[in-house]
């Protein structure tokens, strides 16, 4: 059982150090003053948005997090 323990620790801490890169790199929403101006700009490049590097991010942001709330749950579970 105590190994188990560790295993799950040891991959909640790389999920979680992974989750923090990919949050860091992701950049953001508004990129301050040309976000606000350029709003016409933001429809017209969405069509391409799902295969961009920051969708990419976001999407492994949604993942990374749930795997890390299973093991976070799985660890409470063990103990």
Do not use: Y
Not at 19 to 34: D, E, P, R, T
Not at 38 to 57: I, T
Request: with cysteine; charged share 15%; proline share 0%.
């Amino acid at each position: 059982m105590d190994a188990l323990r560790i295993a799950i620790i040891v991959l909640q801490v790389l999920c979680g150090l992974f989750l923090i890169a990919v949050i860091m790199f992701q950049s953001g929403k508004s990129a301050g003053l040309s976000g606000a101006i350029g709003g016409v700009a933001d429809s017209f490049l969405s069509k391409n948005k799902a295969k961009s590097w920051d969708a990419k991010l976001a999407r492994w942001t949604k993942w990374v997090g749930a795997v890390f709330i299973v093991l976070t749950l799985a660890l409470n579970m063990l103990h």
